[in-house]
């Protein structure tokens, strides 16, 4: 059984940095690519950005493009995205998900089928 948990939400000023992590137990991490999804009030869970398995590539939705960078530690079973240059717009719940094959990379919803309870990040303005 898969489990993702996430951490390092909090409340932070426009312009600030945040950290998240994602401790992944349950799969075979280092086959499987990772994705981080967010979900703002009233508005559907989005994607955020993607690492393939061995970090060789990587994706991101454009707005967070240059601003949010994903990296994993295979060793560690971990999965980060660091936020810089944080907007009030990216204030959201948070999830780190992983998809239901190993050795893919989807970005949709429906590519992934494990996911964390999700962990807060508001930006104030």
């Known amino acids: 059984q898969v489990q993702l948990v996430e951490s390092g939400g909090r409340l932070v000023q426009a312009g600030g940095s945040l950290r998240l992590s994602c401790a992944a137990s349950?799969?075979?991490?280092?086959?499987?690519?990772l994705g981080w999804f967010r979900q703002a009030p009233g508005k559907e869970r989005m994607f955020v950005a993607a690492?393939?398995?061995?970090?060789?590539?990587?994706y991101y939705e454009d707005s967070v493009k240059g601003r949010f960078t994903i990296s994993r530690d295979n060793d560690k079973n971990m999965v980060y995205l660091q936020m810089n240059t944080l907007k009030p717009e990216d204030t959201a719940v948070y999830y780190c998900?992983?998809?239901?094959?190993?050795?893919?990379?989807?970005?949709?919803?429906?590519?992934?089928?494990?996911w964390g309870q999700g962990t807060q990040v508001t930006v104030s303005s």
């Open positions: 998900a992983a998809p239901k094959w190993p050795l893919r990379v989807g970005l949709g919803l429906a590519d992934f089928d494990s």
């Open positions: 690492i393939s398995w061995i970090s060789t590539t990587t």
């Open positions: 349950g799969l075979t991490f280092s086959r499987y690519a």
